[in-house]
């Protein structure tokens, strides 16, 4: 008989919570992180049109998820919502 292994609410390596942030311009943002705070890029998976579908980075023992807008698909950054970044 195979013993039950418990299903992780949290995968390994978050945190309870974690940003999910919709950004225009990815790739620049993933840069400025990385160079203002020290950000290392842990995943990242290409959209269309050269575009960031989503990525991955870790700020000290953080991690932050990020993908460009897509206003297509309902993802806004806040400039097309009519705000700031």
């Known amino acids: 008989m195979l013993a039950k292994k418990k299903a992780q609410p949290?995968?390994?390596?978050?945190?309870?919570?974690?940003?999910?942030l919709i950004v225009r311009g990815g790739k620049k943002a993933i840069a400025y992180y990385k160079k203002g705070f020290g950000a290392t890029?842990?995943?990242?998976i290409p959209g269309p049109n050269d575009l960031v579908g989503h990525a991955e980075i870790g700020i000290g023992g953080s991690?932050?998820?990020?993908?460009?807008e897509?206003?297509?698909?309902?993802?806004?950054s806040p400039?097309?919502?009519g705000g700031r970044p």
């Open 10 to 20: 949290i995968p390994k390596g978050y945190h309870s919570v974690t940003p999910y």
């Open 41 to 44: 890029e842990i995943l990242r």
């Open 63 to 68: 991690r932050v998820a990020l993908a460009d």
């Open 70 to 76: 897509m206003v297509e698909m309902g993802f806004k």
């Open 79 to 81: 400039q097309a919502l």
